[in-house]
């Protein structure tokens, strides 16, 4: 009985650490997806990951339910084409914001396992090199949505 408290004892101190270590990590802003016609295989994602700690945070992996795979991939003109290419990680640097956008770092997410129309929310999970998960919600929204948007701020 006693072997039986030490041991939930320590489960509960473990989950414990691993949820102050998490809220250390990425603050996580404006997660969302252009919506696209019901027959695209592969949709786009974006977001802004604010790192307000003194440590680099480094996103070794992105997933979620509703799709069957997540790459992580930086938009680069290369011989004067306009190339993808896929990244291992990405790197948030200390007490640094990394914005996911068109023609820079996004995510690729490929075959959406049901219809995702402007205003549905997608939950993703997304794993750290310390070993710690995340999760975002992004909204999906029209990208005609998004650019007016954008435009707000000229
Ligand atoms: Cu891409």
């Known amino acids: 009985m006693r072997s039986y408290l030490i041991w939930m004892f320590t489960v509960l101190l473990t989950m414990f650490s691993t949820l102050s270590q998490a809220s250390e990590s990425l603050m996580i802003h404006n997660a969302w997806i252009p919506e696209m016609p019901p027959v695209s295989r592969v949709h786009a ?72 129309k402007s205003g549905d929310t997608v939950q993703l999970t997304i794993q750290l090199s310390n070993g710690t998960e995340q999760t975002m919600t992004a909204t999906v929204k029209k990208s005609s949505q998004a650019n007016t948007h954008q435009h707000q701020h000229h």
Request: glycine share 6%.
């Open 45 to 116: 994602g974006f977001a802004s990951f604010h790192n307000a700690s003194d440590k680099t945070v480094e996103i070794v992996s992105i997933s979620s339910p509703d799709y069957a795979r997540i790459e992580m991939h930086l938009s680069k003109e290369v011989g004067g084409m306009a190339r993808m290419i896929p990244q291992k990680s990405l790197i948030v640097q200390a007490n640094q914001m990394l914005t996911l956008k068109h023609g820079s770092y996004h995510l690729m997410m490929f075959k959406p396992k049901r219809k995702l």
